[in-house]
């Protein structure tokens, strides 16, 4: 009786597809093609938020990535999952070369900072674009934007074309869904552009006229298309030329009569309000002077609720570059004095604080005008209440580590707030004298001049704990410096600044002269130099009566103080600034002819290019000389642990299932030759039944054989193993009384296992993958791992 040839339907989660590579068809690759110039134009309206073609690089680079990873993992036949791996792991080591060259390795190669800023810039990048101003060039993942959207949409389009439209040709609307990543791609670089369009009648008329054609000539017409009619392909013809022409002739009346003006014209850029950078303004401390000599008697604000002793903060500065003091740049430390953050419902509170109750503080705004909105300690609550920033109050920014605040619009006449804020309590020196400095991050200071170390050294003496080496410097300071604020009416000259070289200047000279601005700079350069973080706050100090009543505040109360944080205290204030003016006659410094040996600083009468500079440039012609290193967000840690995380669910149980597996496998090959060979079979059911094979319970091998042969997919290129001569050589080594070789057992085994290869094969990736998670042991392997193995193993009588 003859054996049916016929091959069953595939069991369950597989899927019949031919041997080898799925090569795309000409069709394929035409749709391809005409997908990624549509892309391409898309990508070109970026030009205008870069300034230039320096973006086409990486929006090359993801366009070539994502259509070669579409195409080959197509060919390889990969399922969802593979292609997506292998599209991620493509996107990290082609972006390095394209996207920030200068991280990378020789320019080519993936590091730690490019695959970092590759990371970054896929999540902030879109954010960076619409919030620098243009052109954007920094920072260095910014190329990352255009790199990042011409992959996905390549990979999108291609895999589209590759796997949906081919088995599909007839559905017109497929066509017009594979256009979708290609017209998002297009409005993206139109939101996210400027005022200014980069060709956009050009670009406009060919993409409609690229998209047109290739919808009409992808779509058959009555089943005739591939029928190689040569009056309907001229028809064809005629008609594409005529749907270019007259899109040509329309789409260039429209863009000449109907496009909108160059300053009407709809972006997210004008939409978005950018995020506050005081670095964007020059250092409060460097206008210090302004307060002192310009707006000495001008009303600036009027306060009600202080009390005696109370301090307006202003800004709190802890950076310092060499040529001033300033905030932390948000780049350089996301929790930094210069990272401001919207105001919600609640305002944080601050990290380290001792807090004293404090009366609401109403302040209303006279004639100062500024970004920095003067308070009291640090704000429980706080309300704009008149003026028009009352409307303003989603331009409020609140730093919690430093208690200050910003209104990004700024300040003006007539505006007013209340706030409830807390103080910070001021205990005494001998209440401080056990107590340790809290261990504070804060940017290191660059560019200091020796003395400033060597004086701190000098005047902290043999003082053992921090408050009294810092308490004996203020008290030099105090006792033994002059203040003047350089103004006419002062006894003798003051220079402003309070760069390395002024500050040399008020150690070395021969008396110490200055204000709050020199003595303030120069009491935390001291207290850093000994290693206690310091910072510099600027506000205001006016004359307080008892009662409360309404204090004005004038440009002659300006001050500035240093604060040192405490271990379970808060940050506490010193005051280095000298309250004597009269400086006696005998010790007016004389002008000599002859330089000062100790002056570090290039004489001022050479005109140094920096002195042409505002503060705000100068840190900018800094940041420049000296990039700090990268600096990795504690997010991207947690990114990478997360992924790392879902790797590990998802290999860790296939490596456990592997190594199950594997001494499954190396029990059933130990023992007789009759062991084995029935081990051999037991192997093959086990593994096909992971693969989804049916495999039937209580049947001979010789019907089970059968059985599993029907189920294979059979196709033309690959034939089903013949597993009935298989179960006949392992049924012929059980059952025979001969002493068989161990050779033939290893046949049986390596038959066995070439049969377990050929249904891997056939079966779908996802048939596949599932598999190494299955575990599938034989009743004969269950009692062979529960029982002692004895020295003569029975012979088996079962089939």
């Given amino acids: 009786m003859s054996t049916a040839t016929t091959a069953a339907p595939a069991p369950a989660g597989t899927t019949e597809r031919p041997r080898g590579l799925a090569l795309p068809t000409g069709r394929t690759w035409f749709d391809v093609s005409v997908l990624l110039v549509l892309a391409l134009l898309g990508v070109l309206g970026f030009a205008p938020s870069y300034g230039g073609y320096s973006f086409l690089l990486a929006g090359l680079g993801g366009l070539v990535l994502g259509a070669v990873t579409g195409v080959l993992t197509t060919m390889l036949r990969l399922g969802g999952l593979l292609t997506f791996v292998a599209a991620v792991v493509g996107y990290f080591l082609v972006g390095s070369a394209v996207a920030v060259p200068s991280l990378a390795l020789f320019g080519v190669l993936p590091s730690l900072p490019s695959l970092a800023a590759l990371a970054v810039g896929t999540v902030f990048g879109w954010t960076d674009l619409l919030t620098l101003s243009t052109p954007v060039g920094a920072p260095a993942y910014i190329a990352v934007v255009p790199y990042a959207s011409s992959w996905i949409v390549a990979l999108v389009s291609t895999l589209l074309a590759t796997r949906w439209l081919a088995r599909r040709p007839r559905a017109a609307w497929r066509f017009g869904v594979a256009l979708v990543p290609a017209v998002v791609l297009y409005l993206a670089g139109i939101l996210f552009g400027t005022q200014e369009a980069y060709q956009a009648g050009i670009r406009g008329i060919v993409f409609a006229v690229l998209a047109l054609v290739w919808l009409g000539w992808r779509q058959p017409v009555g089943g005739v298309a591939a029928s190689g009619d040569t009056s309907l392909r001229r028809r064809k013809v005629l008609g594409s030329a005529a749907v270019i022409a007259l899109a040509a002739v329309v789409g260039g009346a429209a863009g000449f009569w109907f496009s909108p003006a160059k300053d009407e014209r709809f972006v997210l850029r004008d939409e978005i309000e950018p995020p506050f950078d005081p670095l964007d303004y020059p250092s409060p401390l460097a206008g210090f002077r302004h307060f002192t000599k310009q707006v000495t008697d001008e009303e600036l604000f009027r306060v009600s609720g202080l009390e005696p002793g109370d301090r307006i903060r202003m800004a709190t500065l802890d950076s310092f570059t060499g040529k001033l003091w300033n905030v932390t740049g948000a780049a350089a430390s996301t929790a930094g004095s210069g990272s401001f953050e919207l105001v919600g419902r609640s305002i944080p509170r601050a990290p380290l604080l001792t807090p004293v109750a404090h009366d609401d503080v109403e302040v209303t705004i006279l004639g100062y005008q500024d970004v920095w909105i003067p308070g009291v300690g640090y704000p429980r609550d706080f309300q704009l209440t008149g003026g028009e920033a009352a409307s303003r109050s989603d331009d409020l920014r609140y730093n919690a580590a430093t208690g200050s605040m910003v209104l990004t619009s700024g300040l003006r006449a007539g505006d007013s707030y209340r706030l409830d804020p807390v103080t910070q309590e001021q205990p005494s020196v001998q209440e401080l004298a056990n107590v340790p400095v809290a261990a504070v991050e804060l940017p290191p200071v660059e560019k200091v001049p020796d003395v400033v170390a060597s004086k701190a050294q000098e005047w902290a003496g043999a003082s053992a704990s921090p408050v009294d080496q810092l308490e004996a410097i203020r008290l030099v300071l105090t006792r033994d410096g002059f203040l003047s604020h350089g103004r006419a009416s002062d006894t003798v000259p003051s220079r402003a600044g309070h760069g390395a070289d002024r500050i040399s200047e008020l150690l070395e000279g021969t008396q110490m002269?200055?204000?709050?601005?020199?003595?303030?700079?120069?009491?935390?350069l001291m207290a850093r130099s000994l290693g206690y973080p310091a910072r510099i706050v600027m506000g205001f100090?006016?004359?307080?009566?008892?009662?409360?009543?309404?204090?004005?505040?004038?440009?002659?109360?300006?001050?500035?103080?240093?604060?040192?944080?405490?271990?379970?205290?808060?940050?506490?204030?010193?005051?280095?600034?000298?309250?004597?003016?009269?400086?006696?006659?005998?010790?007016?410094?004389k002008p000599k002819s002859e330089p000062q040996p100790q002056v570090r600083q290039p004489p001022r009468a050479e005109k140094d290019a920096e002195d042409l500079l505002t503060p705000v440039e100068l840190e900018e012609q800094e940041s420049e000389e000296d990039d700090p290193l990268l600096v990795i967000p504690a997010w991207v840690w947690g990114v990478g642990i997360g992924i790392l995380s879902l790797a590990a669910l998802l290999f860790v149980p296939m490596l456990v299932v592997a190594l199950v597996k594997a001494r499954r496998m190396r029990k059933r090959r130990s023992g007789p030759v009759a062991d084995q060979a029935a081990g051999a079979w037991e192997e093959l059911t086990d593994r096909y039944s992971e693969l989804g094979y049916t495999v039937p319970p209580r049947l001979t091998r010789s019907m089970l054989a059968t059985r599993l042969e029907t189920q294979f997919p059979a196709t033309e290129e690959q034939a089903p193993p013949d597993l009935r001569v298989l179960a006949a050589e392992a049924d012929e080594l059980v059952f025979s009384d001969r002493e068989a070789e161990p050779a033939e057992a290893d046949a049986v085994w390596g038959r066995a296992l070439d049969a377990v290869a050929a249904a891997r094969a056939s079966a779908s990736t996802r048939v596949r993958l599932l598999s190494r998670y299955r575990i599938r042991a034989g009743r004969d392997l269950v009692a062979r791992l529960t029982t002692t193995p004895t020295t003569t193993a029975p012979r088996r009588t079962d089939s």
Wanted: aromatic letters at 10%; hydrophobic letters at 40%; charged letters at 20%.
């Fill in 541 to 589: 100090a006016p004359e307080v009566a008892e009662g409360g009543a309404a204090v004005t505040v004038t440009g002659d109360d300006v001050t500035a103080w240093v604060e040192v944080p405490f271990e379970g205290v808060g940050w506490v204030a010193f005051d280095p600034t000298p309250d004597e003016t009269d400086i006696p006659q005998d010790q007016v410094p």
């Fill in 513 to 524: 002269i200055g204000d709050q601005e020199q003595y303030a700079s120069a009491f935390a």
